[in-house]
């Protein structure tokens, strides 16, 4: 029996613009169970968010379209369903905690109207039954004085308690997957923990599963289960997190690491990616990673390696690998 919640099958999003054609998601393959926490983790330009955007169908078009592929929420294609379906599954089924709070919110309307608005278009009910549990979700997400607070306006709170208020919104109706989009970059390093753990916590509580995006190896340990590698709209590298940090197996993912800040490793400074994510127009030929990697040969610019699993549980897509494999 299937128990994923959410496949993603083949995904393709471009851009059409007048340089030419982006190809921000070029063929991505994922999955997530029910309750499973899963991670996406790689550069800004990796297509991260463009994924994200394209399971609830926010791509701005034009420039962008969603070109080919299945995004199935419990067998069913969402890239199939018309506008008003897909405003039903947005916020009810799918939610989205965004990276900026401040810039998320209208600063023309109160907390309190923000966080009933959802409520009151997928649930409906009596106006006090929708404050109350507007009141309710607030207390959820450990808003102190949630009374207050519902009758003030975003630029009268810190960047800290408007992600709360943006979690609230987001969970207001149970959605059965929550997305969220680098939901700590913003915060100073104690407010980041406390979110995270609000995340942890709320993920316990109510069995919701997560897709996670940042840029951050140590946020995604924190948070999940499982974590996925992109790398120029495409997926590099997928197993559960700690196989992932213990022995990463692409190039690009043991670079990652070697640029993350590490308690336990004594260094004066941090390692560097060379280059830059190349253009998607015209992206390198096989590998995309290979013109910035120090392991690379003449295979990796002529071959796209495919996603194979080298362990079990752990998939990879580099030609080196499979070569050392064999």
Request: hydrophobic share 35%; charged share 25%.
């Given at each position: ?7 993603i099958?083949?995904l ?74 897909m ?23 109160t ?22 549990k ?21 630029h009268?709170l ?38 995270i ?15 996670f995006?940042?840029?951050d190896?140590?946020?995604?340990s924190?948070v999940c ?16 997190i ?9 190039p ?26 190349p ?16 392991r690379?040969?003449?295979?990796c ?6 996603l ?8 990879v ?9 064999g």
């Open positions: 029996m299937n128990d994923n919640l959410l496949e099958v083949d393709k999003t471009h851009f059409f613009t007048d340089t030419g054609t982006v190809k921000a998601v070029d063929g991505v393959n994922l999955a997530i169970r029910e309750g499973e926490s899963m991670g996406l983790v790689g550069e800004s330009g990796s297509g991260k968010s463009i994924t994200a955007l394209s399971v609830l169908r926010l791509i701005p078009s034009p420039p962008g379209k969603i070109v080919s592929g299945q995004v199935l929420l419990r067998g069913k294609d969402l890239l199939q369903l018309s506008d008003k379906e405003r039903r599954i947005r916020g009810e089924k799918i939610a989205m905690i965004f990276q900026e709070p401040s810039t998320s919110m209208n600063p023309s309307f907390i309190g109207s923000q966080v009933e608005e959802a409520i009151r278009y997928h649930q409906r009910g009596r106006r006090s039954d929708v404050r109350e507007a009141l309710a979700i607030l207390r959820a997400v450990k808003i102190p004085d949630p009374r207050r607070i519902l009758s003030q306006y975003p009268e810190s960047g800290g308690m408007l992600q709360r208020v943006m979690i609230a919104i987001a969970i207001s109706c149970e959605p059965d997957l929550l997305i969220c989009d680098e939901p700590t970059t913003a915060l100073d390093v104690s407010t980041q923990a406390q979110i753990a609000l995340l942890n916590e709320l993920r316990s509580q109510r069995k919701t599963s997560f897709l995006i940042t840029h190896l140590g946020v995604l924190w289960t499982y974590a996925v590698v992109m790398y120029a709209g495409k997926i590099v590298e997928y197993s559960d700690g196989s992932l940090i213990r022995n990463p197996m692409h690009y993912t043991r670079a990652l690491i070697g640029a993350s800040p590490r308690l336990d490793c004594d260094r004066d400074f941090l390692n560097s990616i060379p280059g830059s994510v253009n998607l127009i015209e992206p390198p030929a096989g590998c995309r990673f290979h013109p910035r990697c120090d690379a040969e003449m295979v610019s002529e071959q796209i390696p495919p194979q699993e080298q362990e079990k549980g752990h998939w897509a580099c030609g080196m690998e499979d070569q050392n494999k």
